[in-house]
């Protein structure tokens, strides 16, 4: 089992920079993929950025070139660093860890407002 406990959201105008961590923990024996996903108020759950633990990344359309996703194994942590933010960005952000072969964990999310 993985508990993910996410932090670094907040309220930013528009233009601003934010950076989201997650944090895995719990009894598991190897993560293999940790993400990024948003949902919006009547959007689905989109999802914005992975990685590997290889380091392998891959991004939604809408946020390439402005978010860098990157991760520290030896701390089971993934990072989000979200600039030049729109207020379209505005969402509660979920991290996701794929493990032990294909299970998965999501957490409680943390809400990210860019102002206009």
């Known amino acids: 089992q993985v508990q993910l406990v996410e932090s670094g959201g907040g309220l930013v105008q528009a233009g601003g920079s934010l950076r989201l961590s997650c944090a895995a923990s719990?009894?598991?024996?190897?993560?293999?993929?940790m993400g990024w996903y948003r949902q919006a108020p009547g959007n689905q759950r989109e999802l914005v950025a992975i990685i590997t633990r290889p380091g392998t990344t891959n991004y939604a359309d809408s946020v390439k070139g402005r978010f860098t996703i990157s991760r520290d194994n030896a701390r089971n942590t993934v990072y989000l660093q979200m600039n030049s933010l729109k207020p379209g960005d505005t969402a509660v952000y979920l991290c996701?860890?794929?493990?032990?072969?294909?299970?998965?964990?999501w957490g409680q999310g943390t809400q990210v407002t860019v102002s206009s």
């Open positions: 996701n860890v794929q493990y032990d072969g294909l299970k998965s964990s």
């Open positions: 719990g009894t598991f024996r190897s993560i293999s993929l």
